[in-house]
């Protein structure tokens, strides 16, 4: 089959690979998917650029995929994929929140390829059904919508006041940051305001027409929020998270850019204001972002840009180089 391999840092090829049903190792409770759609992830980016070592090359990226269960009992099944594969018998998951296994493996690590190929397999309890009327690159936003989505459960699991009566901040105009603010909106959240540096990716957004889209700079964004979710992960974002947000109020953090820096913890402790870590998603959740989805609750979804699988390189080099407007690429074998 088909594939784009990562290769060396900021080199990816378009490479025939092993068929994955091929596979003599393909382990019990696996389906074989012919995937039409994949996005391009921030991950993805960091592996990309050799920032990070649990994708070391040469490996297949990509974990946001959807496409068509072929073969066997589910054969012709429209699906988009979970992509991360837990234990189920750990305290994490036989608790609820198998996002936290100590045994969890995510497509595009090893020892699982990515999806970034013409099929892929997976277990079957990884599959949610979509309906006819999503298409597959609609679907395959589930995966970084339903980060968001988590990250907005444990919020309001946490904060003193009801979503209804909150100013949430945003911090981050790519996919995640979308999907969080999505997910804030879905929820009732009284106020959500989006920022997003580049004047490109906001001029994108505001053309959408579903959310309140603002440069990190504007007055808006200065002060008085009693939730700011950190879709980026940078000293200087934490920094801002930390300077606006209310006594009392939550900073919940997603992003991976940076590992330190930016936070006034004085502050936060003078002010009890809350930090959690957010990282990917619940079963439960991904399902439930897919039925948000079919039902339309989180938008038309049309901030995405299409491109050939083949053509996947130039894509990477397009993101890296700041010259795509829309937050998410999807790639289609």
């Not at 936060?268 to 079919?294: C, H, N, W």
């Not at 890296?320 to 407007?325: E, K, N």
Request: some cysteine; aromatic content about 6%.
């Amino acid at each position: 089959m088909k594939a784009l391999v990562y290769t060396a840092p900021e080199t990816l090829e378009y490479d025939t690979v092993p068929h994955p049903g091929d596979a003599a190792d393909l382990q019990a409770g696996d389906v074989l998917i012919r995937i039409d759609s994949v996005g391009i992830c921030g991950s993805d980016m960091h592996a990309y650029l050799g920032h990070d070592s649990r994708r070391p090359a040469p490996i297949i990226l990509g974990h946001e995929a959807a496409g068509v269960v072929i073969g066997g009992d589910e054969d012709g099944r429209r699906v988009t994929v979970n992509p991360l594969v837990t234990c189920g018998r750990c305290r994490w998951c036989t608790g609820g929140r198998q996002n936290l296994c100590a045994h969890r493996q995510i497509i595009s690590m090893p020892p699982r390829a990515g999806a970034f190929a013409e099929w892929l397999t997976m277990p079957l309890e990884n599959l949610s059904t979509i309906p006819e009327h999503i298409s597959f690159a609609q679907a395959s936003l589930a995966e970084p919508i339903a980060c968001g989505w988590h990250a907005v459960q444990l919020a309001s699991d946490t904060l003193w006041k009801t979503l209804s009566e909150v100013r949430a901040l945003v911090i981050g105009g790519g996919p995640i940051g979308v999907g969080a603010a999505l997910s804030l909106r879905c929820h009732g959240t009284g106020k959500v305001l989006l920022v997003e540096p580049s004047e490109l990716r906001r001029d994108y957004l505001a053309s959408q027409g579903e959310l309140d889209v603002r440069s990190p700079d504007a007055p808006e964004a200065q002060q008085g929020f009693d939730l700011v979710i950190d879709c980026v992960g940078y000293a200087a974002t934490r920094a801002q998270a930390s300077r606006v947000v209310e006594p009392g109020g939550l900073i919940m953090h997603i992003g991976l850019a940076e590992a330190e820096g930016g936070l006034d913890t004085r502050r936060m402790t003078l002010q009890e204001i809350g930090f959690i870590g957010t990282y990917t998603y619940t079963p439960k959740e991904f399902r439930d972002v897919v039925s948000a989805i079919a039902d339309g609750r989180l938008g038309k979804l049309e901030w995405i840009e299409q491109r050939s699988l083949a053509d996947g390189a130039q894509a990477f080099a397009d993101i890296r180089a700041g010259r795509v407007a829309a937050p998410k690429i999807i790639l289609n074998p």
